[in-house]
Structures are given as C-alpha cells and as structure tokens.
C-alpha cells in the first residue's frame, strides 16, 4: 500500500498510527470498562501488548490487509481511540470494522463520526463491496452506532467468543456500498481526507 491517509471530521482528526501511540493504547485499554465491552481485549491488558499490537498493525498495513486510524479530538490533539479497517479480503471485496473508544470520550457521538470517513475510505478508496462488524450482544452502543450509520444486523452468532471464562453472544451487522452510497445521497458526507 502507499502512504496512509489522514481523515477528518468536523471534531476529530483520523490518522495512522505510530509507535508514540503505545502508551496510550496500554493507558485506556487497561481500563476493565473498556476491556469488558470489546471482544478482542483482555483484562489485565498485558505489559507491553500496545507494542506488539503496534507491530503487528504497521505489518499488516504493509502486506495490504488492514488500516488502523488513531481518533484524535482535533480541538486538544488528544488520542481517543482506535478504529480498523482490518481482514481485508480482496477476492471478495469486503472487510471489518473494529473500533473502540477511551472510557473518557464515551457518549459524545465520536464514534458514529469518526466512521462515516472511514466507510468512504472503505467503499471509495479500498474499493470494498462490504464492510462488516461485530459486538457482544450485552454491548449495545456498539449496535447503535452501526445501526445509525446504515449497518443492517445479519444475525447473532450465538456463544461465539469467551470473554473472562464466559460464552458471549456476538452480533453482526454490515453495510453493502449500494446501501452506503443511498444513506449518502440522504445523510451527505460531512468529512475530508488529506493524504
């Protein structure tokens, strides 16, 4: 891949990630809040683990299989989160989405901003046909901001993940670019990217 984008929002700033985001990301994943509501982060988060997760997001930016945007406020350049582009599968034309948010910039509407740049980004730029994702069914803020930018749920992958020695239920929503590029001609797009 080439250089990796920045995007922007009316309040946050999306751009790539570096290794001066490790003690960041071992801060606010660390959290139990946090790491209670996300399916791939442990808790105690360990020593160490914002590194490798570092390493290996650079690597696989390289080899052409994902895209990790730090969300940034841009009033305060403050770090606010994580949200990837992750599994990207060429043959058929799709990819997930994960995300997450600092405890501290939950309920601001973050989210469900910092994603309408990185579905154009997904649709437009990766030229994806699907964009997919998933959250623990007792997690449903993570259902309402797919919901509210246009995700369909597809179903409930029941017991799919074990989370602190407990089945969790899993949801999946997802967006086709047909659907996406109808939510646009409604919603408008509201971003820019720079490169």
């Known amino acids: 891949m080439t250089a990796q984008a920045t995007l922007k929002t009316n309040r946050l700033v999306l751009r790539p990630l570096t290794f001066e985001d490790a003690p960041f990301i071992q801060t606010f994943a660390s959290v139990r ?25 650079l690597a696989e930016f390289e080899a052409g299989h994902s895209v990790t945007f730090v ?10 989160g994580i949200i990837e582009v992750r599994d990207i599968e060429r043959e058929h034309s799709q ?36 964009l997919y994702g998933y959250h623990m069914v007792r997690n449903p803020a993570s259902g309402k901001v797919f919901q509210k930018n246009g995700f369909v749920q597809e ?29 646009l001609k409604i919603i408008g797009k509201g971003f820019h990217s720079t490169s």
């Not at 969300?71 to 606010?80: G, P, Y």
């Not at 600092?102 to 730029?125: I, R």
């Not at 179903?155 to 939510?183: C, M, P, T, Y």
């Open 33 to 57: 809040e946090l790491a209670d509501a996300m399916i791939s982060i442990p808790h105690p988060y360990p020593n160490g683990e914002a590194e490798r997760y570092i390493s290996k997001q």
């Open 71 to 80: 969300i940034e406020s841009k009033s305060e350049s403050v770090f606010s």
């Open 95 to 130: 990819a997930e989405l994960s995300f997450w948010l600092a405890v501290e910039a939950w309920g601001q509407g973050y989210m469900s901003e910092a994603l309408k740049p990185v579905l154009h980004f997904g649709f437009e730029d990766l030229s994806l046909n699907r």
């Open 155 to 183: 179903g409930v992958l029941r017991q799919r993940v074990r989370k602190s020695g407990v089945f969790e239920d899993v949801a999946l929503w997802a967006i086709l670019h047909r659907d996406w590029q109808n939510s």
